[in-house]
């Protein structure tokens, strides 16, 4: 009786006796799939910084280096350079004592230079303005422009971000706007060598990039310089702004508050000892900060300018890989260790702990 009350309640009760689990919800994992990339197991070089290896390699960078550095040195020292400060000089005596005054004033501001060439400068001549203590780099300065107004002629009342020079006092919008422009750099130089005009030629001073892509073609000055402060030089508002590369060059901003811009290229030889006549007009206001004004006349070479930091620096580094070579080599000549010796591990030098 009992066990048919046992069969009988089995077959009432399936799951109750002999029935399997349900299988188990399957869980998400979060294991990455494999490979040699995850598992860091991609093909690695270990070199082993052998004493030979490590002077062989600070020998092959020393006579590398040096040669380059010689070479670069001699690319400098080949290139004529010439350089006239004039802030001061072309301010009269009487009117040192305050020269802002006098360069706000509107006496006249011509002054006539003598620059003699102290070695032969071989065709271009190229011709610098350098200015000394200003920081084209400021941030207010740097921004105070608007890109999409100086390249498209549908955008020019675009003036956002040129305060305080967007636009004049009637609300007409200024082309070019911001303090970029506005502070133009605007002294100008003729040269002549004996009483015959050197001419400058200023096409091409600009970088090609951007005459074509960040000034426009149809894009024409307009309410530039109409205020009661100028604060440079003027523009022709019949010329493009494409084709005023004064303009372009100024509005390539430097970095440091030393910097050079290129004025133009003077297309003939100069001879040494030739005495070359400057008549420039002395108009940027650079004595407000304390600002330096020079005239520079210069060769390049195929390094480019006069700048013998590349070359001292390859002729350091050099020297200084030969002498950790030397250093090295005496070290292992005079006191050699045997390579992987375990008792230089510290562990075996002080068993003790101590």
Excluded at 139 to 145: E, F, L, M, Q
Excluded at 203 to 232: C, M, Y
Excluded at 325 to 341: E, H, M, N, Q
Aim: proline share 6%; aromatic share 10%.
């Amino acid at each position: 009786m009992m066990n048919s009350n046992a069969a009988s309640s089995s077959t009432a009760n399936p799951d109750a006796a002999g029935s399997p689990d349900p299988p188990a919800p399957r869980r998400s994992s979060k294991r990455p799939k494999y490979s040699k990339f995850t598992q860091q197991e991609l093909p690695a070089c270990k070199p082993i910084l052998t004493p030979k290896w490590v002077i062989l390699t600070f020998l092959v960078v020393g006579i590398a280096f040096v040669p380059i550095g010689i070479t670069s040195l001699l690319a400098s020292r080949d290139v004529v350079e010439i350089v006239d400060r004039y802030e001061t000089d072309c301010i009269p005596v009487a009117n040192r004592t305050d020269k802002v005054a006098f360069i706000q004033s509107t006496a006249s501001k011509t002054c006539t230079r003598q620059i003699t060439v102290t070695k032969h400068m071989k065709r271009p001549v190229y011709v610098y303005y350098q200015l000394d203590n200003f920081y084209q780099n400021h941030r207010r300065y740097v921004k105070s422009r608007n890109d999409e107004q100086l390249k498209k002629r549908s955008k020019t009342s675009e003036t956002s971000q040129c305060e305080p020079e967007d636009t004049t006092p009637d609300g007409k919008p200024i082309v070019p706007c911001g303090l970029i422009a506005w502070s133009l750099f605007n002294d100008t130089y003729t040269f002549s060598r004996n009483k015959r005009q050197l001419t400058v030629n200023k096409n091409g001073i600009a970088w090609k990039s951007d005459r074509d892509h960040k000034f426009g073609k149809e894009v024409f000055p307009s309410n530039f310089q109409n205020g009661t402060l100028i604060g440079g030089a003027h523009l022709n508002e019949s010329i493009p702004l494409s084709k005023q590369e004064d303009l372009i060059v100024w509005m390539r901003t430097a970095a440091l508050p030393t910097f050079r811009k290129l004025y133009g290229k003077i297309e003939v030889d100069l001879e040494e000892n030739d005495i070359i006549d400057v008549i420039l007009e002395n108009n940027y206001n650079t004595y407000s900060f304390s600002g330096k004004k020079k005239l520079v006349l210069s060769t390049t070479s195929w390094l480019g300018g006069k700048n013998d930091f590349l070359g001292i620096a390859y002729l350091t580094v050099g020297g200084l890989c030969f002498f950790l070579a030397l250093s090295f080599t005496i070290v292992y000549l005079v006191k050699p260790r045997r390579l992987g010796d375990p008792s230089y591990l510290s562990w075996n030098r002080n068993p003790g702990g101590h």
